[in-house]
T-cell receptor, first 109, second 116 residues
Framework: KNEVEQSPQNLTAQEGEFITINCSYS?????LHWLQQHPGGGIVSLFM???GKKKHGRLIATINIQEKHSSLHITASHPRDSAVYIC???????????FGEGTQLTVNP | NAGVTQTPKFQVLKTGQSMTLQCAQD?????MYWYRQDPGMGLRLIYY?????TTDKGEVPNGYNVSRLNKREFSLRLESAAPSQTSVYFC??????WGTGANVLTFGAGSRLTVL
């Protein structure tokens, strides 16, 4: 069983839809990152969370430490949001950073 | 420009050849990582270094060695390349910012390696 699990693996939406990507983890963490990777592109950190909720433009990330669960929401989705979104956790046991398998998001016009 | 620099960006090797992927960061981060990314597999940790002078195995260390040369540099070596090591390799660095509790995470642009 993977220590970090994301769902769904693939997601197709129409422009304007509200999107949610989920991440569950089984280890103790000190931080959780949501990352974005465009096709053929590099990896960019969107959010770092250790508690609560963060908002940046149309993106909202939440984390529930007790339930070991985080969500990434995209409001009013746009085709340029099409990318792979990856959840990564920094374990409290050290500096080990573990990734989920990613969610491929496609937003159609 | 501040960030993580990986070299080379592309490399083609023959089976059995050796090579080293270089990674350097100029953000004074303590932790550095090497990952490989394969289609349908996500990012898998090869090795990481929590601080200068320390290295630890990740999920898929077989066939690789690493060196944390100093705080800035973390290299990944393939001693005898195999076709199964064809992948895109990413280096990353991170630092926990005491006081703010923020963990900064930065990736290199990736190195595409093909082993024939």
């Amino acid at each position: 069983k993977n220590e970090v699990e994301q769902s769904p693996q693939n997601l197709t939406a129409q422009e304007g839809e509200f999107i949610t990507i989920n991440c569950s983890y089984s280890v103790g963490i000190s931080a959780l990152h949501w990352l974005q990777q465009h096709p053929g592109g590099g990896i960019v950190s969107l959010f770092m969370l250790s508690s609560g909720k963060k908002k940046h433009g149309r993106l909202i990330a939440t984390i529930n430490i007790q339930e070991k669960h985080s969500s990434l929401h995209i409001t009013a989705s746009h085709p340029r949001d099409s990318a792979v979104y990856i959840c990564a956790v920094l374990e409290t046991s050290g500096s080990r950073l573990t990734f989920g398998e990613g969610t491929q998001l496609t937003v159609n016009p | 420009n501040a960030g993580v620099t990986q070299t080379p960006k592309f490399q083609v090797l023959k089976t059995g050849q050796s090579m080293t992927l270089q990674c350097a960061q100029d953000m004074n981060h303590n932790s550095m990582y090497w990952y490989r990314q394969d289609p349908g597999m996500g990012l898998r940790l090869i090795y990481y270094s929590a601080s200068e002078g320390t290295t630890d195995k990740g999920e898929v260390p077989n066939g690789y060695n690493v060196s944390r040369l100093n705080k800035r540099e973390f290299s990944l070596r393939l001693e005898s390349a195999a076709p199964s090591q064809t992948s895109v390799y990413f280096c990353a660095s991170s630092e926990l910012m005491w006081g703010t509790g923020a963990n900064v995470l930065t990736f290199g642009a990736g190195s595409r390696l093909t082993v024939l």
